[in-house]
């Protein structure tokens, strides 16, 4: 704070040289001093209200004007003031400038309180959800969006993987959530129209399942050709042999497109019935199935083993769970060397139920596991291609999976054999006795 400046000076020797007259004439120099401090306080008090009324109504106050300490004050807090302004201008340009280029974007935003009520969105968000500015604005989400699947995905507030919601308006719209949470309270929601991709991807389905059914039928005709032919030995010698091939390779593309059919069946159709089954019936008919494949391949000596079966019920559809162990099996038999070890077991971690297919074969190398699981991906393609893999098996598998709410996890180490491990959640488990892994 400044030092009083000469108005404070003026007032207090008036002040004094009138106590000192006062107190001259009267005789009573303590009486006029105490009268002229009350008188002074009084001033005071009144400037102090003065002040008070301007800090209210910001109004210029002459009265104030006239003490050099009061309008110090006054200016300090009139440039004090004026720099907040300034700020708040440049924070509402800058809040002005983000609004702005988040509604340029080509992405639905909006931005929702801790209970769920819309305190803003961009241009894109409200075409997307037709949300009115006047209309829409405080109203709550699950009233303007009346979704179940949004509703408990919201509650749930696991939001690692986004929501994908078809809405039926004048034309079919798939909309892509993603959720976060806002630090200060409530939610920032993104959304994208992932119609195009959606209406893509259906058609590359459908292609696929088109295709692979068109070839069926002439592919059977050729191959029933050719296997007449080779049976009824009226082949020339030097042909044999080429027909013998034409027929594997023929037998093969059936293979092929047979398991494209299954794929595109489990892609297009909703899950067909789900009962309870007795693990331990289930893998032992798969078991006893994969006894032929043991012997035309000539692996006789690899042994399988189930462990923990028993005392498990699991609820699914028999013929896809069966598909499933089967090519897991399969896998495991054909790519392990004979005499090797298979196991099958469950255990119980968390809130899952593993039924694991184990072997100790060759492993499978680090970097092939995230992709194992796509269409045609092979580790080794002509040693896939020799024992006659189609490089279809394991997509099969995480369909198969993913319609019963489970997840494929794949551990494996070169020399050391691989490990994949089917996660079901509890509710699809029943179980006898409680086995828990530690
Ligand atoms: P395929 O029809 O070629 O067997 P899959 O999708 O079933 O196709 O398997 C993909 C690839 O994963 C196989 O080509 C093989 O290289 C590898 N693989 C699968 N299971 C095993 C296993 N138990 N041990 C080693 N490699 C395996």
């Not at 993913?402 to 509710?427: E, M, Y």
């Given at each position: 704070?400044?030092?009083?400046?000469p108005?404070?000076?003026?007032?207090?020797?008036t002040?004094?040289?009138?106590?000192?007259f006062?107190?001259?004439?009267?005789?009573?120099?303590?009486?006029?001093?105490?009268?002229?401090?009350?008188?002074?306080?009084?001033?005071?008090?009144?400037?102090?209200?003065?002040?008070?009324?301007w800090?209210?109504?910001?109004?210029?106050?002459?009265?104030?004007?006239?003490?050099d300490?009061?309008?110090?004050m006054?200016?300090?807090?009139?440039?004090?003031?004026?720099?907040?302004?300034?700020?708040?201008?440049?924070?509402?340009?800058?809040?002005?400038?983000l609004?702005?280029?988040?509604?340029?974007?080509?992405?639905?935003l909006?931005?929702?309180?801790?209970?769920?009520?819309?305190?803003w969105?961009?241009?894109?968000?409200?075409?997307?959800?037709?949300?009115?500015?006047?209309?829409?604005?405080?109203?709550?989400?699950?009233?303007?969006?009346?979704?179940?699947?949004?509703?408990?995905?919201?509650?749930?507030?696991?939001?690692?993987?986004?929501?994908?919601?078809?809405?039926?308006?004048?034309?079919?719209?798939?909309?892509?959530?993603?959720?976060?949470?806002?630090?200060?309270?409530?939610?920032?929601?993104?959304?994208?129209?992932?119609?195009?991709?959606?209406?893509?991807?259906?058609?590359?389905?459908?292609?696929?399942?088109?295709v692979?059914?068109?070839?069926?039928?002439?592919?059977?005709?050729?191959?029933?050709?050719?296997?007449?032919?080779?049976?009824?030995?009226?082949?020339?010698?030097?042909?044999?042999?080429?027909?013998?091939?034409?027929?594997?390779?023929?037998l093969?593309?059936?293979?092929?497109?047979?398991?494209?059919?299954?794929?595109?069946?489990?892609?297009?159709?909703?899950?067909?019935?789900?009962?309870?089954?007795?693990?331990?019936?289930?893998?032992?008919?798969?078991?006893?199935?994969?006894?032929?494949?043991?012997?035309?391949?000539?692996?006789?000596?690899?042994?399988?083993?189930?462990?923990?079966?028993?005392?498990?019920?699991?609820?699914?559809?028999?013929?896809?769970?069966?598909?499933?162990?089967?090519?897991?099996?399969?896998?495991?038999?054909?790519?392990?060397?004979?005499g090797?070890?298979?196991?099958?077991?469950?255990?119980?971690?968390?809130?899952?139920?593993?039924?694991?297919?184990?072997?100790?074969?060759?492993?499978?190398?680090?970097?092939?596991?995230?992709?194992?699981?796509?269409?045609?991906?092979?580790?080794?393609?002509?040693?896939?291609?020799?024992?006659?893999?189609?490089?279809?098996g394991?997509?099969?598998?995480?369909?198969?999976?993913?319609?019963?709410?489970?997840?494929?996890?794949?551990?494996?180490?070169?020399?050391?054999?691989?490990?994949?491990?089917?996660?079901?959640?509890?509710?699809?488990?029943?179980?006898?006795?409680?086995?828990?892994?530690?």
């Open positions: 704070m400044r030092r009083a400046g108005t404070t000076i003026i007032e207090l020797l002040l004094s040289t009138s106590a000192i006062i107190g001259s004439i009267t005789g009573e120099f303590t009486r006029s001093a105490l009268a002229i401090s009350v008188a002074y306080l009084l001033l005071t008090i009144w400037r102090r209200n003065r002040f008070y009324e800090l209210e109504k910001q109004e210029p106050n002459s009265s104030l004007w006239l003490s300490m009061w309008r110090d006054v200016k300090r807090i009139e440039l004090r003031q004026a720099a907040l302004k300034k700020e708040n201008l440049l924070l509402e340009r800058k809040v002005d400038n609004h702005r280029a988040l509604s340029s974007l080509n992405v639905g909006v931005k929702v309180d801790s209970d769920w009520r819309l305190e969105w961009n241009g894109q968000a409200s075409k997307l959800l037709m949300l009115k500015l006047n209309k829409d604005l405080g109203t709550h989400l699950f009233s303007l969006i009346r979704n179940p699947a949004l509703r408990e995905y919201a509650e749930n507030r696991e939001f690692t993987e986004p929501l994908i919601l078809t809405l039926h308006s004048q034309r079919r719209i798939v909309l892509e959530h993603f959720i976060g949470s806002v630090n200060q309270g409530g939610y920032i929601i993104l959304i994208r129209d992932i119609s195009h991709f959606q209406r893509l991807e259906e058609m590359r389905t459908d292609f696929v399942a088109n692979s059914h068109e070839l069926k039928t002439p592919l059977t005709v050729i191959i029933g050709y050719i296997e007449t032919l080779l049976e009824n030995n009226t082949v020339p010698e030097n042909m044999y042999r080429a027909l013998a091939n034409s027929l594997t390779q023929g093969r593309m059936k293979t092929i497109i047979q398991e494209l059919l299954i794929l595109s069946n489990l892609e297009t159709t909703k899950a067909s019935e789900q009962t309870e089954i007795q693990l331990l019936d289930l893998v032992s008919q798969v078991i006893s199935h994969t006894d032929r494949l043991k012997e035309t391949i000539l692996k006789t000596e690899t042994k399988i083993i189930s462990k923990n079966l028993d005392q498990t019920i699991i609820i699914g559809n028999w013929n896809e769970l069966f598909s499933l162990f089967s090519n897991l099996l399969s896998n495991a038999i054909q790519y392990c060397p004979n090797s070890t298979i196991q099958i077991c469950f255990t119980l971690k968390g809130d899952q139920g593993i039924i694991a297919v184990k072997d100790n074969g060759p492993g499978i190398p680090h970097e092939h596991l995230d992709r194992l699981t796509e269409r045609f991906y092979r580790v080794d393609n002509s040693h896939s291609r020799e024992t006659g893999g189609t490089g279809l394991l997509a099969i598998a995480k369909h198969i999976l993913s319609r019963h709410d489970a997840d494929l996890k794949i551990r494996s180490q070169v020399n050391d054999g691989s490990t994949f491990g089917c996660h079901f959640p509890k509710n699809r488990i029943i179980l006898n006795s409680i086995s828990e892994e530690d």
